[in-house]
């Protein structure tokens, strides 16, 4: 059972997908319940997984491997760390939120709609748990598809547009990526004379790579990595993607894809390459610095509510690259739990947006005012989901950015407080682009009287949706050690990785 766990979670998902091509279009009922009820399969093998993990082990667990292509010694290698399986808890957790997220809104071509969703589901998780390098880069294009059909099918006005810029971007990060993965296994073969893509192989020859070559390959992975995250200032695809994806897609996008990057930063960029990743660590720490900071301030003078949450998404993933590449053990314990926290916050800004969209067919803030008197309970979700995104102490955001920032300002890599004390502003700029926003939407008086009639409180379904969430919301915020002691080995392997290679700068 141990060795194909996460094998049937990446097959369950793909012959759901499959299976739900089958059905006849007119059975949107039974399409919509096929979906769900695969998609909570698939999270209760990751609870079975987690179940199975030993946390205080450093090593990958739950192993699977199958040579695949003999000839170049390619396998189909997976299994997990502390790191990779808290993002396949969360993408597993997010995906059936989002089948009943879309319960009513997605109407048309519902059956290509499930199965767009569950392929990319299992592409995310693929990402997640691959082992091979090759293997892992099939699976990051593979995700690529469904959500280009989802954002160019199902999305607003300008989704042409918007799938077709999100595409691209990728795209041209990915081939880059492949060109270094190329690189690195013929590097290998060079030295221990085997061709090899698997990845615990590739982490011993690693400290042997010249720094002229480490530098070339660290650029081609990071930049792939980067554009997806996105970091300043190649964060240009994101807003599009955001406003013109539905609301499904909007939430897997900010909850789940955009922590691919920062995931692969994590995995690949700072054990495979370290001395490249110490060399350049403060040069990026500035970009990230720059997107906290620039992508509060274009949060700020947003008119729509969706386009403000896509550009906070900005201004989050920010502090999650600037605590990777600071390099301690708090400030990347930090990043890893905020990629948790922004998908869990930013999600339910998202559905909650989405849940008045469906309603008016409106997302302009000037268009609302005074809705607390009209939909108390959706203002209250709202506010918890809102001050999440701040911050606020005793809500999950709060602990990742305290970890980020501690981590940051004692960091030996970027040596300098300015990089904590110019992050820490982002902090204030979000408290004051959310609060705004919340205090236009929400309180004064009704001034629309289009409000009246077509604004309804949240129903049943849609309390299903945010409860779960809102319940990880306050258990991070209050009690972060079950989350935090599920890594840390994994975040202490690393940086020792490292610190064998350069500097021994872990403390």
């Given at each position: 059972m141990n060795t194909i766990i996460l094998t049937m979670l990446l097959a369950i998902p793909i012959l759901g997908g499959l299976l739900v091509l089958f059905l006849k279009d007119e059975q949107k009922k039974l399409i919509r319940w096929f979906g769900l009820i695969v998609s909570l399969i698939t999270f209760f093998i990751s609870l079975i997984a987690l179940q199975k993990f030993d946390s205080a082990n450093p090593n990958f667990q739950l192993i699977h491997q199958i040579i695949w292509i003999k000839s170049l010694n390619i396998s189909y290698l997976v299994g997990v760390d502390g790191i990779s399986l808290i993002l396949v808890l969360l993408t597993t957790f997010l995906t059936p939120l989002t089948f009943l997220s879309t319960w009513k809104a997605i109407d048309k071509k519902l059956k290509m709609f499930t199965f767009s969703m569950l392929l990319l589901e299992a592409g995310m998780i693929g990402v997640f748990i691959s082992l091979d390098v090759f293997l892992f880069y099939i699976f990051w294009e593979m995700m690529l598809i469904p959500m280009y059909f989802i954002i160019g099918i199902w999305g607003g006005e300008r989704r042409i547009y918007a799938a077709v810029k999100f595409f691209i971007f990728t795209m041209f990060g990915s081939l880059l990526m492949l060109v270094a993965i190329i690189w690195l296994a013929v590097y290998s073969s060079g030295m221990n004379g085997i061709f090899t893509t698997n990845l615990i192989e590739l982490y011993k020859i690693s400290p042997t790579i010249p720094m002229q070559i480490q530098s070339w390959m660290f650029g081609?992975?990071?930049?792939?990595?980067?554009?997806?995250?996105?970091?300043?200032?190649?964060?240009?695809?994101?807003?599009?993607?955001?406003?013109?994806?539905?609301?499904?897609?909007?939430?897997?996008?900010?909850?789940?894809?955009?922590?691919?990057?920062?995931?692969?930063?994590?995995?690949?960029?700072?054990?495979?390459?370290?001395?490249?990743?110490?060399?350049?660590?403060?040069?990026?720490?500035?970009?990230?610095?720059?997107?906290?900071?620039?992508?509060?301030?274009?949060?700020?003078?947003?008119?729509?509510?969706?386009?403000?949450?896509?550009?906070?998404?900005?201004?989050?993933?920010?502090?999650?690259?600037?605590?990777?590449?600071?390099?301690?053990?708090?400030?990347?314990?930090?990043?890893?739990?905020?990629?948790?926290?922004?998908?869990?916050?930013?999600?339910?800004?998202?559905?909650?947006?989405?849940?008045?969209?469906?309603?008016?067919?409106?997302?302009?803030?000037?268009?609302?005012?005074?809705?607390?008197?009209?939909?108390?309970?959706?203002?209250?979700?709202?506010?918890?989901?809102?001050?999440?995104?701040?911050?606020?102490?005793?809500?999950?955001?709060?602990?990742?950015?305290?970890?980020?920032?501690?981590?940051?300002?004692?960091?030996?890599?970027?040596?300098?407080?300015?990089?904590?004390?110019?992050?820490?502003?982002?902090?204030?700029?979000?408290?004051?682009?959310?609060?705004?926003?919340?205090?236009?939407?929400?309180?004064?008086?009704?001034?629309?009287?289009?409000?009246?009639?077509?604004?309804?409180?949240?129903?049943?379904?849609?309390?299903?949706?945010?409860?779960?969430?809102?319940?990880?919301?306050?258990?991070?915020?209050?009690?972060?050690?079950?989350?935090?002691?599920?890594?840390?080995?994994?975040?202490?392997?690393?940086?020792?990785?490292?610190?064998?290679?350069?500097?021994?700068?872990?403390?």
């Open positions: 081609a992975f990071f930049l792939s990595f980067a554009i997806k995250v996105p970091l300043f200032p190649l964060h240009t695809w994101l807003p599009d993607a955001h406003v013109e994806a539905p609301t499904a897609g909007s939430v897997i996008l900010a909850g789940v894809l955009l922590k691919m990057g920062t995931y692969g930063l994590v995995r690949f960029c700072l054990p495979l390459f370290p001395q490249a990743a110490v060399n350049y660590a403060p040069i990026i720490s500035v970009f990230a610095v720059i997107g906290v900071i620039y992508g509060a301030l274009v949060s700020m003078v947003q008119t729509d509510m969706k386009k403000l949450v896509a550009y906070s998404s900005v201004s989050h993933l920010g502090f999650v690259v600037l605590g990777i590449f600071a390099m301690t053990v708090e400030s990347v314990q930090g990043a890893v739990i905020q990629m948790v926290n922004h998908g869990l916050s930013t999600g339910a800004l998202f559905l909650l947006v989405g849940v008045v969209y469906e309603r008016t067919h409106k997302r302009e803030i000037a268009f609302y005012g005074g809705i607390a008197k009209l939909v108390p309970l959706f203002s209250t979700a709202l506010m918890i989901a809102m001050l999440s995104s701040v911050g606020l102490p005793g809500l999950n955001g709060f602990i990742g950015e305290f970890l980020i920032l501690i981590g940051s300002f004692k960091s030996p890599v970027l040596n300098s407080f300015w990089f904590t004390a110019f992050a820490a502003t982002g902090v204030i700029f979000a408290a004051v682009y959310l609060l705004w926003m919340y205090q236009r939407v929400v309180f004064g008086k009704v001034t629309n009287p289009v409000l009246e009639k077509e604004l309804t409180d949240l129903n049943k379904r849609e309390f299903v949706v945010l409860i779960p969430i809102f319940i990880f919301i306050v258990w991070i915020g209050i009690y972060p050690s079950t989350f935090l002691n599920l890594t840390e080995p994994s975040v202490k392997n690393i940086l020792q990785q490292i610190s064998q290679t350069t500097v021994n700068f872990l403390k």
